[in-house]
């Protein structure tokens, strides 16, 4: 029956670590984690690990972030989405700080397994400097290109990179008219099995959950549970955030 669980708001501004992990969330047991630094300095690894199952997402919004993967090395933007598929080995190897950046891994398996030390050689590994880029390891995109905001960018289907375990939106609207120009269609729903997570950059988006409105603002993290019937109600401009859902189900039930 719906409304079986409550939605959570989980708190990331001005916090570096887990903003969802085994403590802090249900679902973040087995399906999702996401780590956030909040102006960190950059670092590096101890060591090249991969993830048997997970794919891992990186956000950079703030400074760069130099990640070494399966030979070679990709110095990440601000602005600028990177995923890694399972299997792959890759490491952070240093950057340029502050750093604001989040990760996601999905599902929240216990599968890291270290593949080697970061030696000195690859420090000096050379990428393909391209910010637009798909490789059997993953992608990395630009979130400043138009192409890549306002749409599944990561899932099955109709999304622009593709996923086994998420779908993921990131959103930028700098002006009601580009609210506008939103061709989605909103209707109140719930979803049997999947959970849903809407996280604000900037500005406020207001969900319906059940018969309450619920207020996202910058810096908080709403966790949707199956189950729950919520649909979008207002967003306040200017507003940028991503959205996603875990596990990737056909399992949405409009009302």
């Known amino acids: 029956m719906p409304g079986q669980r409550s939605c959570v708001k989980h708190t990331f501004r001005d916090y570096s670590g887990y903003v969802l992990g ?10 999702v984690t996401i780590r956030h630094s909040a102006a960190v300095p950059a670092w590096a690894d101890s060591d090249v690990h991969q993830h048997r ?29 990177l ?13 340029s700080g502050p750093i604001e950046h989040f990760v996601l891994r999905m599902p929240a398996a216990e599968d890291r397994q270290t593949v080697r030390t970061v030696a000195d050689e690859l420090l000096v590994a050379s990428g393909e400097a391209e910010r637009e880029l798909q490789a059997d390891w993953g992608c990395r995109a630009p979130l400043t290109d138009a192409r890549y905001q306002n749409c599944w960018l990561f899932g099955v289907g109709q999304a622009l990179f593709h996923s086994e375990r998420t779908c993921v939106a990131y959103l930028d609207f700098p002006s009601e008219e580009s609210i506008g120009m939103d061709s989605h269609r909103h209707r109140p729903h719930l979803h049997q099995e999947s959970w849903e997570y809407y996280t604000v950059l900037r500005g406020t988006r207001i969900l319906r959950v059940e018969e309450d409105l619920v207020a996202i603002k910058a810096g908080e ?16 401009v200017p507003f940028e955030g991503f959205t996603f859902r875990v596990p990737l189900l056909d399992d949405k039930v409009e009302f």
């Open 83 to 95: 995923m890694v598929k399972p299997g792959v080995p890759h490491a952070v190897v240093g950057g």
């Open 221 to 236: 993290v709403l966790e949707v549970p199956p189950q729950v019937v919520h649909v979008l109600h207002a967003t306040q």
């Open 22 to 31: 085994p403590s802090t969330s249900e679902a973040a047991h087995r399906l």
């Open 53 to 81: 199952d997970s794919e891992e997402y990186y956000f950079l919004f703030q400074g760069k972030l130099r990640l070494w993967i399966d030979g070679a090395v990709y110095t990440l933007q601000p602005y600028e989405v």
